[in-house]
């Protein structure tokens, strides 16, 4: 059967049985500085840091993890002081969800500086707490007048570039923080389950590139033991963690949070792996994905199972968040004259179809796993994306995305932007369709940001089905050119308050910024 993830959740009672029957002892390796040390003695600690997901005008979600069975307890208030703060009582964590625990926020005030805090409690005595740990976001905006700004990007230690002190760690994000977004989109590629971090990589310019490691990073992930410390790998960073206290995030995925090129029903023949069926590897996968992000779809509460969901971030913006992974059909040289299952799935485009129809916010984001017009390839005849490099009329997954296009076109939905990275360079393409073999559409943009902490490629060849133009590129002559060779990418949306107009700004880590596009409010088609 192919895998069809429901992301099922843990009940409060199954916790609890879990962190009363588990002894609370935890293995971490030693890796020096940067990695959170956990006393086995005394109260509870959250020394992984505290991270918010999809936050909206009176909801947010606030994730931790704990070194033992813990109750968690969240404090918010409109001040650092925490005057009239207001108690919320989260989940018992334990070894069930890797002690981890997310605790969802409620009527919260919309446009406002929420500060909060996180203390875990012994079960047996609530009066046993640990150091709080403290963290803040913005609530959206009720006003349009306030405008939004968010940074976008992915793809974080991939092919063998981890965490190296040498440089800081991932210090591009303190300076994504030092920006001060109302929130971050990161557009997959969290983690690379199939990628090994190695001590130390030659480079070759005859440096030595070297990675903090840990035991889960030396081999391809497997067990779900080893998908939840891929997960935690990243969270060893202090940037990464100081990164999650201020600023929320917007979280989906592509294909190395169970490995690279994954469809629902593939069987592999890799000799790293002892499990073959893609499907056992991409449960364990979305069960410590789910453990690792505050995603609200995912959330017990939430009663939905899903990765793909709308996060609606005032009457400026929605964000389209898709999963072009879990529904898809398996790889393939993407020549059928007839496809409904696409890259999206029938049940998820006619979603996506209702959602846009019925947002009115000036602009609409459709944050996407992977481009639509530029040709990734999977082995010498099959295709990993949309585009197939015919450039002729849709085929394969192009017939679904010609659907949604045309839908788009034809009920007159305004201010859609793309947003993906995956393919480690930065670009900006326009889509025309009188440049299209398929022309029944409204012209749009795609920008493309990433690789966050990875090896950069050269720029992908664009398929002329959908008339990209390639208006701007930012791509290395030769394939995974490491962080210490080249700047990282990530890039910025700025809507502004009072015109409505939408800046896309790529930028590149130093403070660069690369290209920039205005967009206006209220059309159809840019």
Same mark, same amino acid.
């Given at each position: 059967?192919? %895998?069809?993830?429901?992301?099922?959740?843990?009940?409060?009672?199954?916790?609890?049985?879990?962190?009363?029957?588990?002894?609370?002892?935890?293995?971490?390796?030693?890796?020096?500085?940067?990695?959170?040390?956990?006393?086995?003695?005394?109260? #509870?600690?959250?020394?992984?840091?505290?991270?918010?997901?999809?936050?909206?005008?009176?909801?947010?979600?606030?994730?931790?993890?704990?070194?033992?069975?813990?109750?968690?307890?969240?404090?918010?208030?409109?001040?650092?002081?925490?005057? $009239?703060?207001?108690?919320?009582?989260?989940?018992?964590?334990?070894?069930?969800?890797?002690?981890?625990?997310?605790?969802?926020?409620?009527?919260?005030?919309?446009?406002?500086?929420?500060?909060?805090?996180?203390?875990?409690?012994?079960?047996?005595?609530?009066?046993?707490?640990?150091?709080?740990?403290?963290?803040?976001?913005?609530?959206?905006?009720?006003?349009?007048?306030? /405008?939004?700004?968010?940074?976008?990007?992915?793809?974080?230690?991939?092919?063998?570039?981890?965490?190296?002190? *040498?440089?800081?760690?991932?210090?591009? %994000?303190?300076?994504?923080?030092?920006? *001060?977004?109302?929130?971050?989109?990161?557009?997959? !590629?969290?983690?690379?389950?199939? /990628?090994?971090?190695?001590?130390?990589?030659?480079?070759?310019?005859?440096?030595?590139?070297?990675?903090?490691?840990?035991?889960?990073?030396?081999?391809?992930? &497997?067990?779900?033991?080893?998908?939840?410390?891929?997960? $935690?790998?990243?969270?060893?960073? &202090?940037?990464?963690?100081?990164?999650?206290?201020?600023? #929320?995030?917007?979280?989906?995925?592509?294909?190395?949070?169970?490995?690279?090129?994954?469809?629902?029903?593939?069987?592999?023949?890799?000799?790293?792996?002892?499990?073959?069926?893609?499907?056992?590897?991409?449960?364990?996968?979305?069960?410590?994905?789910? &453990?690792?992000?505050?995603?609200?779809?995912?959330?017990?509460?939430?009663?939905?199972?899903?990765?793909?969901?709308?996060?609606?971030?005032?009457?400026?913006?929605?964000?389209?968040?898709? =999963? +072009?992974?879990?529904?898809?059909?398996?790889?393939?040289?993407?020549?059928?004259?007839? !496809?409904?299952? /696409?890259?999206?799935?029938?049940?998820?485009?006619?979603?996506? @179809?209702? &959602?846009?129809?019925?947002?009115?916010?000036?602009? @609409?984001?459709?944050?996407?796993? +992977?481009?639509?017009?530029?040709?990734?390839?999977?082995?010498?005849? *099959?295709?990993?994306?949309?585009?197939?490099? =015919?450039?002729?009329?849709?085929?394969?997954?192009?017939?679904?995305?010609?659907?949604?296009?045309?839908?788009? @076109?034809?009920?007159?939905?305004?201010?859609?932007?793309?947003?993906?990275?995956?393919?480690?360079?930065?670009?900006?393409?326009?889509?025309?369709?009188?440049?299209?073999?398929?022309?029944?559409?409204?012209?749009?943009?795609?920008?493309?940001?990433? #690789?966050?902490?990875?090896?950069?490629?050269?720029?992908?060849?664009?398929?002329?089905?959908?008339? #990209?133009?390639?208006?701007?590129?930012?791509?290395?002559?030769?394939?995974?050119?490491?962080?210490?060779?080249?700047?990282?990418?990530?890039?910025?949306?700025?809507? !502004?308050?009072?015109?409505?107009?939408?800046?896309?700004?790529?930028?590149?880590?130093? /403070?660069?910024?690369?290209?920039? @596009?205005?967009?206006?409010?209220?059309?159809?088609?840019?």
């Amino acid at each position: 059967m192919s %895998y069809r993830p429901r992301f099922p959740s843990l009940d409060r009672r199954g916790v609890l049985r879990g962190s009363l029957a588990a002894s609370a002892a935890l293995t971490l390796p030693v890796v020096g500085a940067a990695a959170p040390a956990f006393a086995l003695s005394g109260r #509870p600690r959250a020394a992984w840091g505290v991270q918010v997901g999809d936050v909206t005008a009176s909801s947010a979600l606030v994730w931790v993890r704990s070194d033992r069975p813990a109750r968690m307890v969240v404090e918010t208030s409109a001040t650092e002081s925490f005057r $009239r703060a207001r108690t919320w009582h989260g989940p018992l964590v334990g070894p069930g969800t890797d002690f981890t625990g997310t605790t969802p926020l409620y009527g919260l005030p919309p446009g406002e500086q929420v500060h909060y805090r996180v203390a875990l409690a012994d079960p047996a005595d609530p009066r046993r707490t640990g150091e709080p740990v403290y963290g803040t976001f913005r609530t959206a905006p009720a006003r349009r007048r306030d /405008g939004v700004r968010f940074l976008w990007s992915g793809d974080i230690a991939g092919q063998g570039w981890g965490i190296n002190p *040498d440089i800081g760690g991932y210090a591009v %994000y303190e300076e994504m923080r030092r920006l *001060d977004p109302d929130f971050f989109l990161c557009s997959g !590629d969290n983690i690379y389950a199939d /990628g090994v971090i190695e001590p130390s990589v030659n480079l070759p310019d005859g440096r030595v590139w070297r990675n903090i490691t840990t035991e889960e990073k030396s081999k391809v992930a &497997e067990t779900l033991a080893e998908y939840r410390g891929n997960f $935690r790998y990243n969270l060893l960073d &202090e940037n990464v963690r100081r990164f999650n206290a201020q600023v #929320p995030s917007i979280v989906q995925w592509d294909d190395h949070e169970v490995r690279n090129n994954w469809y629902p029903g593939q069987i592999l023949d890799d000799p790293r792996y002892t499990e073959k069926n893609v499907d056992v590897l991409a449960a364990r996968s979305t069960r410590a994905f789910r &453990e690792y992000f505050p995603v609200s779809t995912l959330h017990a509460s939430s009663g939905e199972g899903r990765m793909h969901r709308v996060v609606r971030h005032g009457p400026l913006l929605d964000v389209f968040v898709l =999963d +072009m992974r879990s529904f898809r059909n398996a790889n393939s040289p993407g020549r059928q004259p007839d !496809d409904t299952t /696409g890259i999206l799935g029938a049940e998820q485009l006619g979603w996506l @179809k209702h &959602e846009l129809s019925r947002s009115r916010a000036v602009w @609409k984001v459709i944050a996407a796993d +992977m481009p639509l017009g530029l040709v990734v390839t999977d082995g010498a005849t *099959d295709f990993e994306a949309v585009a197939q490099g =015919d450039p002729g009329a849709p085929l394969g997954r192009e017939l679904q995305i010609a659907e949604l296009l045309r839908y788009i @076109k034809h009920r007159r939905i305004t201010g859609t932007v793309w947003l993906t990275a995956d393919v480690h360079y930065t670009s900006a393409q326009h889509y025309e369709p009188e440049r299209a073999a398929f022309k029944d559409f409204a012209p749009f943009w795609e920008f493309v940001s990433g #690789p966050l902490a990875a090896g950069q490629f050269p720029a992908n060849t664009l398929d002329a089905t959908f008339g #990209p133009d390639r208006v701007f590129v930012r791509a290395p002559e030769r394939a995974n050119v490491s962080p210490m060779e080249t700047p990282q990418f990530f890039g910025e949306v700025d809507i !502004d308050g009072h015109s409505g107009e939408l800046t896309v700004r790529l930028r590149a880590q130093g /403070g660069s910024v690369l290209f920039s @596009k205005v967009l206006q409010p209220g059309r159809v088609g840019q």
